[in-house]
C-alpha cells in the first residue's frame, strides 16, 4: 500500500496543484475548508453535493485532492492527524447522484489518505439517498463506514451531538449552528492562495515535494515482486533520514519493501 501510494504521489503529484488550477471548481462552495476546528481539534471539510459543478469529474477529484492536501497541512497540532467531514444535503435529490465519482472519492481517501477520516457527518440527508447509500457501502471499507453518522436537525440527540462536537457561533446555518454569514468565495480564495505561499515554503523547508524524492527514486512500473524477491532493480529507492537517540542520521531505505539500516537502533 505504502508503495503504491508513493508512485501515486509521483505522477499526480498532489503537492503541486496550484489554486490557479482548480479555482474555477474550488469557488462553487461545493467543497471547502471551515476556517474552525471540531471540539478536538479537527479540521472540517465541508461538502455541499447539491451544488452543480460543470467541471469534469477528473476536475472534480483533482480538487478533492487539493483539498485533503491542504486540511492536512492546516491540522491544529501535530498530535492531531485527523479530519471531520460535514455533508449539507439541502435541495440534494437523485439528479446529484454521481456513483463514478463517490466511487473514486472513496478510493483516493481510503489508498492515498488511509486513517485521514475521523468522522463524516451526513446531515440532514432525504428519505431518497438510502437507496443511494445502499449502493456506496461495498466502495468502503468497514472501518470508514463506521465513522459515518447521520444528523437531523429535528432530532434532539443528534442536536446535542453537533454542539459537542462544533462551536455553535462557528458553525454555519444549514447545519444548525449560528454563523448565518456562512461561506465566502473571495475571503476563500485569498485564504488558499496564503495557504498555497506556506505550502511552497514547507516544500522548500522541510523537503516533502515528491520532485525531491523523485531525484532519488525510481519506480519499476512493471515490477509486482512479492516480498523476499529481488526486484532486479539498478536503484534504490527513496532514502529518508530519521534521528535516532544521539541525534545520528539513520537511513531508512524504502523499495519493494521497508529495511532499516542494521546499524539503526530497533525499536
Not at 460535514?86 to 447522484?97: A, E, P, T, Y
Not at 429535528?154 to 444549514?174: G, I, P, Q, T, V
Not at 529481488?230 to 542520521?249: A, R
Request: negative net charge.
Amino acid at each position: 500500500m505504502l508503495k503504491n501510494s508513493l508512485k501515486w504521489r509521483l505522477e499526480y503529484k498532489p503537492e503541486m496543484i496550484k489554486w490557479d488550477d482548480i479555482a474555477q471548481e474550488g469557488t462553487l462552495g461545493r467543497l471547502y475548508k471551515a476556517d474552525y476546528f471540531d471540539s478536538q481539534g479537527r479540521t472540517v471539510l465541508v461538502m455541499r453535493p447539491a451544488v452543480v459543478s460543470a467541471n469534469t469529474a477528473a476536475g472534480q477529484i483533482k480538487y478533492l485532492v487539493y483539498c485533503l492536501e491542504n486540511a492536512i497541512m492546516n491540522l491544529s497540532s501535530k498530535q492531531q492527524e485527523q479530519m471531520v467531514w460535514l455533508i449539507d444535503f439541502q435541495g440534494w435529490n437523485k439528479s446529484c447522484i454521481s456513483l463514478k465519482i463517490t466511487r473514486e472519492t472513496a478510493q483516493i481517501l481510503q489508498d492515498h489518505y488511509p486513517e485521514r477520516l475521523g468522522l463524516a457527518v451526513m446531515y440532514n440527508p432525504p428519505k431518497v439517498f438510502e437507496s443511494f447509500w445502499t449502493m456506496v457501502k461495498p466502495f468502503l471499507e468497514p472501518k470508514t463506514f463506521k465513522k459515518v453518522i447521520f444528523a437531523y436537525p429535528d432530532n434532539a440527540k443528534s442536536m446535542r451531538m453537533m454542539e459537542e462536537l462544533f462551536d455553535m457561533d462557528k458553525l454555519e446555518s444549514y447545519f444548525g449552528g449560528r454563523n448565518r454569514a456562512g461561506w465566502n468565495p473571495e475571503s476563500f480564495s485569498k485564504k488558499m492562495k496564503e495557504d498555497e505561499k506556506k505550502m511552497c515554503s514547507n516544500v522548500v523547508e522541510g523537503g516533502v515535494s515528491t520532485e525531491v524524492i523523485n531525484d532519488s527514486v525510481q519506480i519499476d512500473e512493471e515490477s509486482n515482486v512479492s516480498d523476499g524477491e529481488s526486484s532486479g532493480c539498478d536503484s534504490v529507492g527513496p532514502t529518508i533520514l530519521e534521528e535516532d537517540n544521539n541525534n545520528n542520521n539513520k537511513e531508512i531505505i524504502i523499495n519493494n519493501n521497508v529495511q532499516r539500516d542494521e546499524s539503526a537502533a530497533k525499536p
